[in-house]
């Protein structure tokens, strides 16, 4: 039997999945009725993003597996590389 991760993986050809990331900061900010959540994964630049209802305790310093796919979004005139976080999981 396909697990949850492997059926969204063979749906959507773009979408990306590591296991075992190690957060480096994780940020939340209010966005309306939603929180923005920015997470940075040790030995990469790009920052992951994910909207959620509520506020999470800190993930900083914790193992993460990721399911996301690679976007980029304009920020005072330059294009950066971001990750939009489809699933997230604690180890």
């Not at 040790?42 to 399911?67: H, I, M, W």
Request: charged share 30%.
């Amino acid at each position: 039997m396909k697990s949850p991760v492997d059926k969204l993986l063979n749906k959507h050809d773009n979408l990306i999945h590591s296991d075992g990331k190690k957060v480096q900061s994780h940020t939340q900010r209010d966005d309306g009725e939603w929180i923005l959540h920015t997470i940075m994964i040790e030995g990469c630049d790009a920052p992951f993003k994910f909207r959620r209802t509520k506020k999470y305790k800190s993930l900083k310093g914790q193992q993460v597996n990721l399911t996301y796919y690679p976007d980029s979004e304009s920020v005072a005139g330059f294009e950066i590389e971001v990750m939009r976080v489809v699933r997230i999981k604690q180890h």
